[in-house]
């Protein structure tokens, strides 16, 4: 695994500006980033036309500046804003395919590969088989602009209690298998995966080739090294053959706090499990003085 490979999800930093986030990100050894689009970074509910036009050009000329690319796109459609693409009224259905192709259109834009694409969502005490056929229907034509652009969608298991269509194995299989698209492809949670005492290994040969990107993190969301069984995963995954990219998922309560101490740990973390070469050694004392900082921005 090598260190192009590696990318940081910029969702901790949403508390600080996104300039921040990319100078942290690049102090901390990474050179690729995935933008969790939402407000305030970038969200489609903050511009107008021109204004998101003028956004993306933003968002280009900071990574140019630090450095960094954007192979995955992670807009948020589950968790924080109205978007149900698999919605039973159509208004809402459509509002939310339209928001979402643009996002498709913005991936391309960034230059991304991937894009992860949220199922869409039932009500937990309403759940049917139309609200899933629907949840298919959706992807499927998401799935067709995505193939226009060049972009890989990928599907990823969230919380049952957000009313998802794929929270686990099996349900991810069955989702996939029934969008029947070569370009829509499964995103792996180790942190997820872990945490349910199951195997990376066992998702990954479940899926038989089906999987698009990792994302990966400690337990409970926290760095890597916090003894979870991630370095195992890691190095499961590249026996297997994965040579996809792979995110640190940072998402435990609180972690938008001190978002820079997290990562910096990780790139430490990965540079000493071998996954990660860091610019230039960084000795014990100045790894302290800087966690203790508190702000590691262009520190190396």
Wanted: aromatic letters at 10%.
């Amino acid at each position: 695994m090598k260190n192009a490979k590696l990318c940081v999800v910029t969702a901790p930093y949403w508390h600080y500006t996104l300039e921040y986030a990319m100078n942290s990100i690049a102090s901390s050894g990474f050179s690729s980033l995935e933008l969790w689009a939402a407000s305030p970074h970038y969200c489609y509910a903050d511009y107008t036309q021109e204004e998101r036009q003028a956004r993306r050009r933003e968002i280009l000329a900071m990574m140019e500046r630090y450095g960094l690319d954007m192979p995955v796109f992670y807009p948020e459609q589950m968790n924080k804003y109205p978007l149900n693409i698999a919605s039973a009224e159509e208004e809402i259905r459509q509002f939310s395919l339209e928001r979402v192709l643009e996002y498709v259109d913005d991936a391309a834009l960034f230059g991304a590969e991937s894009m992860l694409l949220g199922t869409g969502w039932q009500h937990l005490d309403a759940p049917s088989p139309e609200n899933r056929e629907r949840a298919v229907s959706a992807i499927r034509t998401v799935s067709c602009r995505a193939e226009e652009r060049g972009i890989t969608l990928l599907l990823e298991p969230a919380a049952p209690v957000l009313g998802s269509f794929v929270w686990d194995l099996d349900s991810l299989v069955r989702m996939l298998h029934d969008v029947g698209c070569a370009n829509v492809k499964a995103c792996l949670n180790l942190a997820f995966i872990l945490e349910r005492g199951e195997s990376a290994a066992d998702w990954y040969s479940a899926l038989n080739g089906r999987v698009g990107h990792v994302h990966f993190a400690g337990q409970g969301g926290r760095d890597p090294g916090s003894g979870s069984g991630v370095s195992g995963a890691l190095r499961a995954l590249d026996a297997l053959g994965y040579t996809g990219h792979l995110s640190l998922n940072i998402t435990f309560r609180d972690c938008c706090l001190t978002p820079d101490r997290e990562v910096f740990r990780s790139g430490r973390w990965l540079s000493r499990q071998g996954f990660l070469q860091l610019p230039r050694p960084v000795s014990r004392e100045q790894c302290s003085k800087e966690l203790s900082a508190g702000d590691f921005r262009r520190t190396l």
